[in-house]
């Protein structure tokens, strides 16, 4: 992996009243629910900003797009995503909330469109799609997601089970466009605020 400075993805938090109940809004003020379908995007426009999330085929070898990564164009809007609540069918997503993210569609030729975390150990391993299954030969790490608020944004972050610490996710440059990774803070990371666009139709 060719690897740039690290920039850990944070989510825009706008200056809405709502924001103080510790409900996690998209880009118009608006709670997130667990029901909806949302782009990730940029909220700062710039030449390395970069676009929506996508996932994307590891290398030459697996051609299966199993690997979540930024794109490098910012008019790029990627691929709609969702959150689920763990313990709960539906509602408002709140900050700290335990998530499992997917992308609304699923690549066919993979076992699922749930985030995991991928690769030997950590800190620096990537997020993926799917299961073992889909990673021959890396391990798999499941666990939850969750938003923490922050100055101009929200952090994300990945527990995985049975681990104590959480990681931020965060991007680096890789030949394909900005690979997500997992970092546990001992590397400089610059926060990148990122913005939740609710999808009210989905292209054909």
Known sequence: MKGEQLVTLSLLLFAFPLAFSGEVLDAFGKPVLASG??????????????????????????????????DLSRVKRGM?????VLG???GIVYE??????????KPGCAT??????????????WIGIGSAKDHPG????????????QYKGYQLLFCPANVITCFNVARTQDQLGYRLVLTNGRYAVTPVP?????????PA
């Open 37 to 70: 379908k949302y782009y990730i995007l940029p909220a700062l426009s710039g030449l390395r900003s970069g676009g929506g999330l996508s996932p994307v085929e590891r290398d030459e070898t697996y051609k299966c797009p199993v690997v979540v990564f930024q």
């Open 80 to 84: 709609p995503l969702k959150f689920s």
């Open 88 to 90: 709960k069918s539906d």
């Open 96 to 105: 700290g909330s335990q998530l499992e993210i997917s992308f609304v569609d």
């Open 112 to 125: 699922s469109s749930n985030l995991v975390g991928v690769g030997d150990d950590f800190p620096l391993k």
């Open 138 to 149: 890396k391990k798999v790490f499941n666990g939850y997601f969750k938003l923490e608020k």
């Open 194 to 202: 990122f913005q939740l666009y609710y999808v009210t139709f989905l």
